[in-house]
C-alpha cells in the first residue's frame, strides 16, 4: 500500500476520507503492538496495584464485622463513581500531552500542567463537600443507620486525602502522556505495602493505633493519598518534568485553556461515571433480591474487573500513543494502531471467555463455598464469558478515540447504551415484565450484555469514520493545546 508524505503545512489533496492516502506510513500488526505494550504493562500493573488496595480494605473490614463491611462497601459506591467522574477532567491532560510530544511541542506542556493543577484544586472542593455531606445520600435511601454512620464516617476520613490524589492523577495522567508509564506503577505499588500496615493498625487498633474498625480504612487510605503525593513530587526535577517547562513561571487560571481541558475532560470523566454508576445503581436493584443473589453478583463483578483491567489499561496506552502519532502527522500509523489494537482485544477476549468458562467453578470457589451462591456466580460468569469480546473491544476504541481527541461522542454513546437501554432492560427482564417470569439476577446481566453490545457498535464504526477522515482528525486535534 503506498502512502502519500506529509507537506509541510499537513496539507493532502486525496479525499479526507480516504484511509489510503491518510499521510505517514502505514504499520504491521506487530510494529504497530510493540510501542503499546511498552507503554502498557506498567499500566497493566497500576491497575491492578490500586485493585489490591481495595481488596484490603474490603478484607480488613469485612474481618472485623460485617457492618463495617457493608458500610465500606457503601462509601465505595458513593466515592468511586464521584472520584471518576471529577478525576476524569483531568485525564483530558494525557492526550494532550502526547499530542503536544508528537508535534515537538514540550515546551508547552508546561501551561497545560498549570492550568490542569487548577482544575485539580477547584474539583479537590467539590469533591469535599460531596463527601462531607454524603450522610444524606444515606437516608434518603433508607439505609440501616448503623451501617450508613460508618459508611458517612469513613467518606468524612478519606476526604481529607481527596486534593492530594486529585493532583496526583492530574500529574499522573502527564506523565502517561509524557510516555513515562513506570513512575505510576512504581509509586502504586510502593503504597500497597503501607496501606496493608496502616489498614491493619487502624481498623483493629494495632501498634498504639486507636481502634477504627471499618472507618479506619477511610483514614489508611487518606494518609496513603498524602503520601502518593510526595513521592509524585519527588519525581518533578526529572527531564521529563523539567522539558515541559512547568517551572518557567507561576500562572493563575486562564479561561481559555481551561476551558479546552474541560471539553476535552469532562465527556472523559462523565462516560466513565455513566459506566461505573450503572454498575452501582444494579447493586443496589440486586441487593434488594437477597443476600445470595447480592454475594453471586458481587463475585462476579470482581471477576468480570479482573479480566477488564488489561483491554482497558492497554486502551489507555493506545489512546497516548494514537496521540503521539497524531500530534506528529503519522495518520496512518495511527490507523495502523487503532486495528492492531482492536485485533488485539477479540484475540484477548477469546482467550479469557475460555480460561472463564473452563474455569468457572474454581474461580467461584475462590470467593466463596456457599452451593446457592456458586451455582447463581457460575451462570452469571457464562454472561461475563459471552459478551467478552464486546466489552474488551469497546475499552481499547474508547481508549483509542481519546487518541484521536474524540470523547464528546462516545460519552452520548454510553449514556444511550447504559441508561436508555442496559438498565431498562435488565429492570424489565429481572421483574418478568418481558418474559412473564423473574430473571432476577440473570435480567440485569442481560440488560448490561445488551447495552454494552449496543456500546460496541456504535463506538467501533465511530473509530472506523474517524481514523480513515484526515480532516476530522485535524479538526479534532485542533482544538487548543
Not at 458517612?152 to 495522567?173: E, F, K
Not at 487510605?221 to 518533578?236: E, G, H, K, P, R
Not at 487518541?403 to 462516545?410: F, L, R, S
Request: aromatic share 10%.
Amino acid at each position: 500500500m503506498t502512502t502519500e508524505p506529509t507537506s509541510s503545512d499537513g496539507a493532502n489533496p486525496a479525499p479526507a476520507h480516504s484511509a489510503i492516502n491518510l499521510p505517514g506510513q502505514k504499520q504491521s500488526f506487530r510494529q504497530s503492538l510493540a510501542p503499546l505494550f511498552t507503554l502498557g504493562w506498567p499500566m497493566v500493573l497500576t491497575q491492578f496495584f490500586i485493585m489490591g488496595t481495595g481488596f484490603i480494605d474490603t478484607a480488613m473490614a469485612g474481618r472485623y464485622s460485617a457492618a463495617d463491611l457493608a458500610g465500606v462497601s457503601l462509601g465505595g459506591n458513593v466515592l468511586w463513581p464521584a472520584f471518576m467522574l471529577l478525576t476524569g477532567v483531568t485525564m483530558a491532560l494525557a492526550p494532550i500531552t502526547s499530542h503536544l510530544r508528537g508535534a515537538n511541542k514540550m515546551g508547552d506542556i508546561g501551561h497545560q500542567i498549570r492550568q490542569g493543577l487548577w482544575l485539580s484544586l477547584a474539583s479537590s472542593a467539590l469533591m469535599m463537600m460531596l463527601l462531607h455531606n454524603a450522610g444524606i445520600v444515606y437516608e434518603w435511601t433508607g439505609i440501616e443507620p448503623v451501617i450508613a454512620d460508618i459508611a458517612s464516617d469513613y467518606l468524612y476520613a478519606i476526604s481529607w486525602g481527596v486534593p492530594p490524589i486529585i493532583i496526583y492523577v492530574a500529574l499522573r495522567h502527564t506523565l502517561e502522556g509524557l510516555g513515562q508509564t513506570r513512575p505510576p506503577m512504581l509509586i502504586a505499588g510502593s503504597v500497597l505495602p503501607l496501606n496493608g500496615f496502616l489498614n491493619y493498625a487502624l481498623v483493629y487498633g494495632e501498634f498504639g493505633f486507636p481502634e477504627m474498625g471499618g472507618v479506619g480504612c477511610g483514614w489508611a487510605t487518606a494518609i496513603v493519598f498524602w503520601v502518593q503525593l510526595l513521592l509524585m513530587l519527588l519525581l518533578l526535577p526529572k527531564p521529563y518534568f523539567k522539558a515541559t517547562g512547568l517551572f518557567k513561571k507561576f500562572e493563575l487560571p486562564i479561561l481559555s485553556t481551561c476551558r479546552d481541558i474541560l471539553k476535552l475532560g469532562i465527556p472523559i470523566g462523565v462516560a466513565i461515571f455513566l459506566e461505573m454508576a450503572l454498575f452501582g445503581v444494579v447493586g443496589f436493584l440486586v441487593a434488594r433480591l437477597g443476600v445470595i443473589d447480592m454475594a453471586a453478583h458481587s463475585i462476579a463483578g470482581n471477576l468480570n474487573w479482573m479480566t477488564y483491567v488489561i483491554p482497558m489499561s492497554i486502551g489507555s496506552a493506545a489512546s497516548i500513543r494514537i496521540g503521539f502519532l497524531v500530534g506528529s502527522g503519522d495518520l496512518a500509523a495511527a490507523r495502523s494502531t487503532a486495528g492492531a489494537i482492536f485485533k488485539f482485544s477479540i484475540g484477548y477476549a477469546l482467550v479469557m471467555s475460555l480460561v472463564l468458562i473452563g474455569l468457572r467453578y474454581q474461580l467461584v470457589s475462590i470467593f466463596t463455598n456457599d452451593p446457592e451462591v456458586i451455582a447463581i456466580a457460575i451462570v452469571l460468569i457464562l454472561f461475563i464469558a459471552v459478551y467478552q469480546t464486546i466489552d474488551d473491544a469497546q475499552a481499547v476504541i474508547i481508549g483509542a478515540l481519546r487518541g484521536y481527541k474524540d470523547t464528546t461522542v462516545p460519552m452520548i454513546f454510553g449514556l444511550v447504551g447504559y441508561w436508555f437501554l442496559a438498565l431498562p432492560i435488565g429492570y424489565l427482564l429481572a421483574e418478568g415484565l418481558i418474559t412473564g417470569e423473574p430473571l432476577r439476577v440473570y435480567g440485569y446481566w442481560a440488560g448490561i450484555a445488551s447495552g454494552m453490545f449496543i456500546v460496541a457498535i456504535c463506538v467501533g464504526i465511530r473509530l472506523r469514520h474517524i481514523s480513515g477522515n484526515k480532516e476530522k482528525i485535524l479538526l479534532l486535534s485542533a482544538t487548543k493545546d
